[in-house]
């Protein structure tokens, strides 16, 4: 089994500043895909940023330019960097990890960018 815990989320003004955090641990294989998703009230949940374990990473057009996704192999972890915060970007953002097929996730953090 694989368990996520997230942190980082909170209450930011526009233009601000967040980092999100996820730690992975349990039964984790060599390849996978760890992932940041965000689910706005009332919409679906959609993928914000990717990283692959052999480097690759693709972000959501709407975040381009100001979400920064890395990750560290030996912890298990992956990081998101929000720059540039717009109130558009609020939502609950939860962090995936895909290995063999299968989906896990955290039990998410709430990002509000508010004046």
């Known amino acids: 089994q694989v368990r996520l815990v997230e942190s980082g989320g909170g209450l930011v003004q526009p233009g601000g500043s967040l980092r999100l955090s996820c730690a992975a641990s349990g039964s984790i294989f060599m390849s996978n895909t760890m992932s940041w998703f965000r689910q706005a009230p009332g919409k679906q949940r959609e993928l914000v940023a990717a990283?692959?374990?052999?480097?690759?990473?693709n972000y959501a057009d709407s975040v381009k330019g100001r979400f920064i996704i890395s990750r560290d192999a030996a912890q298990n972890t992956v990081y998101l960097q929000m720059n540039s915060l717009k109130p558009e970007d609020t939502g609950v953002y939860y962090c995936n990890l895909n290995q063999l097929r299968r989906d896990f996730w955290g039990q998410g953090t709430q990002v509000t960018v508010s004046p």
């Open positions: 990283a692959s374990s052999i480097g690759t990473t």
